[in-house]
């Protein structure tokens, strides 16, 4: 297995984990002009569109925070566990959510492609009045019975 994307991975981890408002520049530098950007929410391509999914959340969470949990490279792409926690705008509890990102780089070292995986039914559905009663509701029919 080679480690060709390792290094770039970890200095995206960095940025990542060092996200701010302020720190925004620090991340784009790390992608390609026609990044994609890939979330339960958004399918973008673009600096631009990138940014865009990054401010909103600044616009409806407070202290929103990653934490690279490992970073790992395969031959064609590397892989970030992280965990992020932040309260939702102007209420007093911590959520978490926990996810990988899917990283395809460029020749040159840079990302052109960010694709998050992570669980929106129960790790944030789940916790929204009255969505959330939906969500078990059908996780609940859905479940496949325990021998």
């Known amino acids: 297995m ?3 994307w390792l290094e770039p ?3 995206y981890a960095r940025a990542f984990e060092a996200l701010t408002p302020q720190t925004l520049p620090d ?3 790390l992608w390609t002009e026609d990044v994609v950007f ?3 929410f958004n399918k973008v391509r673009g600096h631009s569109a990138s940014l865009a999914v990054y401010r909103h959340m600044y616009l409806t969470t407070d202290e929103p925070r990653f934490h ?3 970073v790992t490279a395969s031959d ?3 892989y970030l566990k992280w965990r992020m926690t932040f309260r939702p ?3 007093p509890e911590t959520w978490t959510i926990e996810g990988m990102s899917d990283l395809a780089f460029a020749e040159d070292g840079r990302v052109r ?3 998050d995986h992570w669980d929106a039914a129960s790790q944030l559905y789940e916790k929204v009045t009255g969505l959330g009663w939906l969500m078990r509701f059908l996780k609940s029919r859905l479940k496949a019975p325990i021998a």
Do not use: F, M
């Open 38 to 40: 890939v979330d339960p």
């Open 2 to 4: 080679s480690n060709r």
């Open 89 to 91: 705008k102007g209420k």
């Open 76 to 78: 064609t792409a590397a």
């Open 68 to 70: 690279v949990l490992d």
């Open 113 to 115: 492609s960010h694709v």
């Open 9 to 11: 991975a970890r200095a």
């Open 27 to 29: 991340l784009v530098k």
